[in-house]
């Protein structure tokens, strides 16, 4: 982004009736603070007139956004309550991540980040790749909980960095989607890129990245399924733009069209979506190592819910 970024985007379906600076925060991956600053400072219109933090905004009313100058993404070290470390050495340290938590800093994203929390906890990570991603060598969305690895070790950054290229990491997630889907088992395979509307969503698009999901029903409820998801590739939001392409949309994920009623008798605030397991070869002797997760409290309980009716 530039100083003075100008955007006029329409609000998409899956956040009808959102207050407009929750609705910022999610089209344009800012913070519910920095999208406070955006409206009282003038810089939002909705259809044409200044808004009101408390607006709501309607499916597909215009949104003219005037978009802050880039700030510095260099991480800060912080603690991160939640960020558990579930194995390191010399070179690798794998982490379970908790939701409202990004993987590194990015601009506009002023909350805690998994790198920040890792070098406030005095870890020594590698130093290759932007200043902002050291020794990040993939992510999860901030409302993604569960496993990611990081590198320590310089070697351990180019090899693992290899891998996720040549698709040679397990990357397994469980998501509680909406419905049925039919067959019980099957593989997406659809580019996805940048949602033409550019207002922070993703889509299934002509000319996209080639993005590869597969996924395979483990629980089936009233209204929902449980799914365990294995990714080939591993593109922004995949799994959540795949299972909407589908009509399965992630409980919850009202960016991509998820049911509010559903999400509140559930008591979710974010899309139930967890990285369950993760599974590479060791970057330092090439030995097979693997980790798993526990869902997070609030998909526990919304999972209890379901079983409970079932």
Same mark, same amino acid.
């Given at each position: ?7 006029? $985007?329409?609000? /998409? ?8 600076? +929750? ?20 810089? $939002? ?22 978009? /802050? +100058?880039? $700030?510095?993404?260099? /991480? ?34 002023? =909350? ?30 901030? %409302? ?24 040679? $990491? ?52 009233? =209204? ?79 999972? %209890? ?6």
């Amino acid at each position: 982004m530039t100083a003075g970024d100008q955007r006029r $985007v329409p609000v /998409p379906e899956g956040l009808d009736g959102e207050r407009v600076d +929750a609705a910022l925060a999610r089209m344009f991956g800012l913070s519910r603070t920095s999208a406070a600053e955006l409206i009282t400072g003038g810089q $939002v219109l909705i259809g044409g007139r200044p808004a009101a933090k408390s607006d709501r905004v309607p499916a597909g009313e215009w949104l003219d956004v005037t978009l /802050p +100058a880039p $700030v510095s993404t260099a /991480p800060v070290p912080r603690t991160v309550p939640g960020l558990a470390v579930v194995y390191e050495d010399s070179d690798i340290v794998v982490v379970d991540k908790p939701p409202g938590v990004a993987a590194h800093p990015t601009p506009g994203w002023t =909350g805690p980040t998994v790198l920040e929390g890792l070098l406030g906890a005095g870890q020594i990570l590698a130093t290759s790749g932007a200043a902002e991603r050291q020794g990040i060598v993939h992510r999860l969305d901030a %409302n993604t909980s569960g496993l990611m690895v990081v590198a320590k070790s310089e070697h351990a950054y180019s090899v693992l960095k290899q891998a996720f290229r040549d698709r040679e $990491v397990d990357k397994r997630y469980h998501a509680l989607v909406q419905g049925h889907p039919d067959p019980l088992r099957g593989t997406i395979d659809a580019p996805t890129g940048r949602h033409p509307a550019g207002d922070g969503r993703f889509a299934v698009v002509a000319g996209g990245r080639p993005s590869v999901t597969h996924y395979d029903t483990l629980e089936a409820f009233r =209204g929902a399924s449980l799914e365990e998801i294995i990714l080939e590739t591993g593109r922004t939001h995949q799994i959540r733009v795949h299972m909407a392409a589908l009509r399965h949309p992630c409980a919850g994920d009202r960016l991509y069209g998820a049911d509010p009623v559903l999400a509140a008798h559930l008591g979710l605030t974010r899309q139930w979506l967890h990285a369950v397991r993760l599974g590479f070869a060791h970057p330092a002797d090439g030995r097979r190592v693997e980790f798993t997760s526990d869902y997070s409290p609030d998909l526990a309980h919304a999972l %209890n819910i379901l079983r409970a009716e079932s």
